[in-house]
Nanobody
Framework: QVQLVESGGGLVQAGGSLRLSCAAS????????MAWFRQAPGKEREFVAA????????NYADSVKGRFTISRDNAKKTVYLQMNSLKPEDTAVYYC?????????????????WGQGTQVTVSS
């Protein structure tokens, strides 16, 4: 069993930056792909970004491309989401997910493990 714990959420002004972290433990997950999803009130959970565990492949939603960067530190078993130029529409609960098949896709059902989420609120 893999456990994922997100941290780093909070309140930030529009145009500001925030870095989310997701720490993984409890399994042989070094080969897993990792992703970030988010869910705003009244909306479906949506894909944000994904990375192969090696970091050689990344995938971004068009809405965040150029503003967000996914990265990882395999020694720390941690994946990050650096969020710059934040907008009010980025406000959501952000979830970390792990993909045992390393598909690194945008579909929720491709991921095997999920964290509990961390709230990001961007004020206008």
């Amino acid at each position: 069993q893999v456990q994922l714990v997100e941290s780093g959420g909070g309140l930030v002004q529009a145009g500001g930056s925030l870095r989310l972290s997701c720490a993984a433990s409890g399994g042989t997950f070094s080969s897993y792909g990792m992703a970030w999803f988010r869910q705003a009130p009244g909306k479906e959970r949506e894909f944000v970004a994904a990375s192969s565990w090696s970091g050689s492949y990344t995938n971004y939603a068009d809405s965040v491309k150029g503003r967000f960067t996914i990265s990882r530190d395999n020694a720390k078993k941690t994946v990050y989401l650096q969020m710059n130029s934040l907008k009010p529409e980025d406000t959501a609960v952000y979830y970390c997910a792990a993909d045992s098949h390393n598909y690194i896709g945008s579909r929720i059902d491709e991921y095997d493990y999920w964290g509990q989420g961390t709230q990001v609120t961007v004020s206008s």
